[in-house]
């Protein structure tokens, strides 16, 4: 299966603590995009990044966010002092430069 | 992307039945528009998409036209199946300068049998 991988599927944090949400784009792929999707709404742009750099990160919280696309291994979206109002599904997208979005199966975060 | 506006939020049809998602968008300099399906705590999936050239596209029982002039664009679903049933969210994309995807706020689409 080379479609866009996400782990873990569902991530139970309490408030304060750290989630690492992972993702590995499509073979071919270089471009990597988390949204995050609250219940019953849209998906809302986070950040957008290329190998070893973040390109536009407009949709991302100033604090306690950060995402990273190492020249090896997956993307990483990593939430810090976790509140409950992180409580969302965070999907990643994955493209060719200016292609088509490929969503992976998105990470239930819930903060109890 | 700026803003994207899709009406209805929900739509209730009869299976066989066309169904017909609007979505209206504010930034002139966009240029690809397309359309996702989620099912329930599934991921969304690319169903049709259409770049700002042209003015139609379809894929067997899915089309989408766009309008440039007046922003808008519309997903259009014929002879709908129980199995259509799911949220649909159109797109879009302003391109070079902008990475993100902007999207509208879902339709729930429930076909009855």
């Known amino acids: 299966n080379a479609g866009v991988m996400q782990n873990p599927r569902h991530l139970v944090r309490r408030r304060g603590q750290e989630a690492r949400l992972r993702c590995s784009p499509m073979k071919g792929h270089s471009h990597v995009y988390w949204y995050r999707q609250l219940p019953e709404e849209g998906l809302k742009f986070m950040v957008y990044l290329q190998k070893e750099n973040i390109i536009d990160e407009s949709g991302m919280p100033k604090e306690r966010f950060s995402a990273e696309f190492p020249k090896e291994g997956p993307s990483i979206l990593r939430i810090q002092q976790v509140v409950r109002g992180d409580s969302a599904a965070y999907f990643c997208?994955?493209?060719?430069?200016?292609?088509?979005?490929?969503f992976g199966p998105g990470t239930r975060l819930t903060v109890t | 992307g700026e803003n994207v506006e899709q009406h209805p939020s929900t739509l209730s049809v009869q299976e066989g039945d066309s169904a017909v998602i609007k979505c209206t968008y504010s930034d002139s300099a966009s240029n690809y528009f397309p359309w996702y399906k989620q099912e329930l705590g599934k991921r969304p999936q690319l169903i049709i998409d259409?770049?700002?050239?042209?003015g139609e596209k379809k894929d067997q029982r899915i089309a989408v036209t766009l309008n440039k002039t007046a922003k808008h664009f519309s997903l259009h679903i014929t002879e709908t199946q129980p199995e259509d049933s799911a949220v649909y969210f159109c797109?879009?994309?302003?391109?070079?300068?902008?990475?993100?995807?902007?999207f509208g706020k879902g339709t729930k689409l429930s076909v009855i049998p």
């Open positions: 997208a994955s493209s060719t430069f200016s292609g088509e979005q490929y």
């Open positions: 259409i770049r700002s050239n042209v």
């Open positions: 797109a879009e994309f302003a391109g070079a300068g902008s990475y993100q995807l902007t």
